[in-house]
């Protein structure tokens, strides 16, 4: 395998924008920014607009659409 190839695999903390809440993944994603986690340890810091914590998938709070009362108030409104 070549060397320098691959970009170095590191510990990022990723920071919800909207929450504050934070994950430590493996990324190769480059920034200048840092942090110091919890843990003690600093960190290169990428911030997240949404994550799962601030998602309406994961939070419950996505709203469902009713397809069948639309397709029901159609069909009534042009008698098909």
Do not use: W
């Amino acid at each position: 395998m070549k060397k320098n190839l691959h970009p170095e695999v590191r510990k990022t903390v990723f920071k919800d924008s909207t929450t504050g809440k934070t994950f430590i993944l493996d990324s190769v994603m480059k920034t200048d920014n840092t942090i110091v986690h919890d843990d003690g340890n600093v960190y290169p810091l990428v911030m997240c607009s949404l994550t799962s914590d601030s998602h309406p998938f994961f939070t419950g709070s996505q709203k469902h659409v009713d397809t069948a009362g639309r397709i029901e108030k159609f069909n009534k409104k042009f008698k098909i």
